[in-house]
């Protein structure tokens, strides 16, 4: 019968003294780099998500700006404008 690794003829309860989860100092650190790799990742998502925000809010406030252009050169009150 094979371990909790793959290694044959290790119980699963054979380990260090104190591990009762079978993870050790490697195994947590690789979780915390693999956690604060994430946490980079959705931080530049977020960011990104922001600056696209601003960016999309400007596009709509330019076009609000060009269609009250045309509605005044049309002689519309912009109240009158059909959508």
């Known amino acids: 019968m094979s371990g909790p690794n793959g290694d044959l003829g290790v119980p699963v309860e054979a380990g ?6 079978g993870f050790g100092e490697a195994e947590y650190a690789a979780i915390n780099a693999m956690l ?9 998502l977020e960011e990104k998500n922001d600056r696209l925000h601003a960016r999309l809010r400007e596009l709509l406030e330019s076009n609000r700006q060009v ?13 009158e404008a059909s959508p």
Do not use: K, N, T, Y
Request: no cysteine.
């Open 16 to 21: 260090a003294e104190g591990e009762d989860d």
């Open 36 to 44: 604060d790799q994430i946490d980079s990742v959705l931080d530049h």
């Open 67 to 79: 269609r009250l252009e045309f509605q005044q050169r049309l002689g519309e009150a912009p109240g």
